[in-house]
């Protein structure tokens, strides 16, 4: 089961539910309850779950993007280049095809569509991944390099890369980057579930709006919400989740402990033992809405 962990707006506590939803899961998995688990770390701008988790790191390697250059010698200025191009990242100036790299989308189609083949794919380093294993769980996170726009292209190297596991028996958690745009989406697709992890705020709520226009509505995925620092704000998220049949599946109080353990880079639940239990009911509250949804889709095929 893949479950990506997402939050719509940044600060939410997103990466604190992943890691501590990882670690009550591993213990769950020593009790033989569940198959084996795999934590990847998605937010490829600012991954912080190594902080937490310190795993051993014993692979790294490069991720590519392939970019066009133009042969200036052999090019005629015919413009088919900038007319193919959906990303407006090709324009013909005195006569000759000119690429903006920084909105090039590295698609190809330009190379392809070029009469004189004077499109040349060049390689362009744009971050790392790196692959590991920390308390018996594998562990694997991306960097973007700076300076590099997208963080696309290091998201998708990364899901390649942890295919195996992406495809296996076992549980994997993703920890998603904030916001609602490319990377979201490419850290949603192909997931079993999506939780959303919000704060109880006019901002909290509108981000997570946008989170759930994301995995519910474009990608028809089953979603939940976990509330962090609940009791702050006011009561806007729970009335928006009664009101769209979003269920609640954690809520975790605004606790100054919690904030010290957390900025203090430790893990709640190896600290207050108390909350390995909530995590691990919040993994049986997931697979029960997962459930729920399989056999809402069942019978609505069956009326087809
Ligand atoms: S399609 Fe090829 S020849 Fe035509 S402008 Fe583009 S690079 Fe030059
Ligand atoms: S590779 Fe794709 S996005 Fe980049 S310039 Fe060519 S057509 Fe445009």
Redesign the pocket.
Known sequence: MIITIASGKGGTGKTFVAVNLAVSLFSYEQSGEIQPLTFLDCDVEAPNAALFLQPKIYRKKNVEQYFPL?DFE?????????QVCQYHA?A?INQ??FVFKDICHACGS?GL????Q??HDTPDKVGIVERGSVRGMEFANGMLDIGKLSPVPVIQELKKWMQGALQGEGTVIIDAPPGASCPVVESMRGADFVLLVTEPTPFGLHDLKAAVIIAKDELNLPVGVVINRDGIGDTGVKEYCQSNKIPILLKIPFDRKIAEIYSGGKILVEIIPEYKIEFQNLFIKIQRVMKRQQAFSNEEDSYS
């Open positions: 133009i052999t090019c005629t200025g015919c413009g088919k280049c900038a090709m013909i000759k095809a330009c569509i070029c009469p004189e004077a499109i």
